[in-house]
């Protein structure tokens, strides 16, 4: 459970605001001035700080960087009344997360703060290089040892103490946002904060305004001025997920930040100086992209200084073994049960299979055996490749996704080992529905509590027993 302290000498606020958290899912402690809420930093370590601009004995931009000193990587999220906006705003350029006004909008205001503690738990969480895999899963790694995957070691550590761009290609689920990680992890603005963007989850209206920010009166409803994630990464690392997908509009201006190191706000006119890396990543043929038309030339070869290709599954056979032990290890911890290990039938019946959806495909296959399996080690009968993964049955017609449901649900029945099965399909599916609620709404749990039709509560619930990735929020 992810825990939250709330800065603010108004006692009634922090109550409310501490209530509507707890409803939220959230753990949350309160501190009623600047000394007290420095002192709980310390001791407590939060997920996530929410910081009032005005406080009795000190005020917010002091604690801010009395926070930022000794924990440069914690999100702080500043709540201002509209008069105190520019002072916000300079802290946004000292490196909080993000501000919020007085009165908030409760909605507004859970989908930041959920985006604030995934981006924290992404820029604290380290990623391993580990070839062996095996026991060691405390951590996200990128795991094997074949050709390909110490190619890609290599490159890693080449490009991390540099400032070079890197373009990370790739199939889906083949690991590049961990391989971001890794580079960021290694490099010398590790210490500064790393902002993820994906440019599919984004409409195209608001991607603009989500990279660069906006100027107060540059649209309807822009009532104040507001920074972007490019300057929020101050002196730090900016990843742009699924950049073949960026629209032509918006890649002119990146191509200038590339270029001159500068943006421009919307609606502004002075270019402001930014000092960030860009790693990007895409699954996508840009070579193809480039002659169509869909794709700038000239930033493609801006965004190829160094590329790393993250290569398919299927091209890494002798991996599977440390992989899918690195994996048993990783998903038996998060669901609280003893790892029971694979049977060398299983392994070979692994290896048979050509894994389209490359690891995610093979996370999702190990993590149902291990619901379905009663603690045996698995066998070759508890691995089955019928089922596609969810994200590409979203993608295929209604008709075909029904069949391919039907067909599992048949064979599961037919094959069912389990005391506790009607259960444990259940699980399985409400697990897939919340997951996928999240990617629709773009990580807010507010919209997607009511896509699905019940509480944020109980949402809240389901992602904590789940264990549910911070990808999908």
């Not at 191509?255 to 000092?275: F, M, T, W, Y």
């Not at 290709?309 to 299927?314: A, D, G, N």
């Amino acid at each position: 459970m992810s825990s939250i302290l709330i800065i603010d000498d108004d006692q009634q606020l922090c109550l409310s605001f501490s209530k509507i958290l707890s409803q939220d899912g959230y753990k949350t402690e309160m501190a009623f001035s600047g000394q007290e809420g420095i002192s709980k930093v310390k001791s407590q370590k939060p997920d996530l700080v929410i910081l009032d601009i005005r406080l009795p004995d000190m005020t917010g931009i002091e604690v801010f960087e009395a926070i930022h000193d000794h924990f440069p990587k914690l999100p702080v999220i500043i709540v201002t009344a509209y008069g105190t906006t520019e002072t916000a705003i300079g802290a946004i350029q000292k490196g909080a997360y993000d501000y919020i006004y007085k009165p908030f909008d409760v909605p507004e205001m859970l989908l930041l703060v959920a985006k604030a503690v995934a981006a924290g738990r992404c820029m604290s969480s380290p990623v391993d290089v580990n070839p062996d895999g095996g026991i060691l899963y405390e951590h996200e790694a990128l795991v094997g040892s074949s050709l390909e995957m110490l190619e890609v070691y290599k490159a890693i550590g080449r490009v991390s103490s540099t400032d070079a761009t890197v373009l990370i290609r790739g199939e889906s689920g083949t690991g590049k946002e961990l391989a971001s990680r890794a580079i960021y992890n290694h490099s010398l603005r590790a210490d500064k904060p790393l902002v993820v963007i994906n440019c599919v989850a984004i409409p195209d209206t608001l991607l603009e305004s989500e990279l660069f920010g906006y100027e107060k009166g540059s649209f309807t409803g822009a009532v104040h001025r507001k920074v972007g994630k490019v300057e929020q990464a101050k002196g730090g690392t900016v990843f742009l997920d699924e950049i073949g997908d960026m629209p032509l509009t918006i890649q002119s201006k990146l191509l200038r930040l590339l270029q001159e190191n500068s943006i421009e706000r919307l609606g502004g006119k002075e270019p402001i100086d930014v000092d960030v890396r860009i790693i990007a990543a895409t699954n996508r043929d840009l070579e193809e992209a480039v002659s169509k038309g869909t794709f700038r030339e000239d930033l493609y070869y801006r965004l190829r200084v160094v590329t790393i290709t993250m290569p398919p599954l299927r091209k890494r056979i002798d991996d599977i073994v440390p992989l899918s032990q690195y994996l048993l290890a990783r998903l038996a911890r998060e669901m609280s049960i003893v790892n029971p290990g694979v049977s060398k039938e299983a392994i070979e019946k692994i290896k048979s299979y050509d894994w389209p959806g490359n690891i995610r495909e093979l996370s999702n296959t190990l993590k149902k055996a291990l619901i379905f399996n009663r603690g045996a080690p698995l066998l070759a009968e508890d691995i089955t490749f019928h089922s596609r993964s969810l994200q590409n049955l979203v993608e295929d017609k209604a008709a075909e996704e029904n069949d391919l449901i039907r067909g599992w649900i048949r064979e599961a029945l037919r094959e069912n080992k389990s005391e506790n099965f009607f259960e444990s399909c259940l699980d399985l599916v409400t697990e897939l529905l919340v997951q996928e609620a999240l990617v629709m709404t773009n990580g807010n749990r507010s919209n997607a509590a009511k896509v699905l039709g019940i509480s944020r509560p109980t949402l809240h619930a389901k992602i904590e027993k789940y264990n549910i990735s911070p990808r999908y929020q």
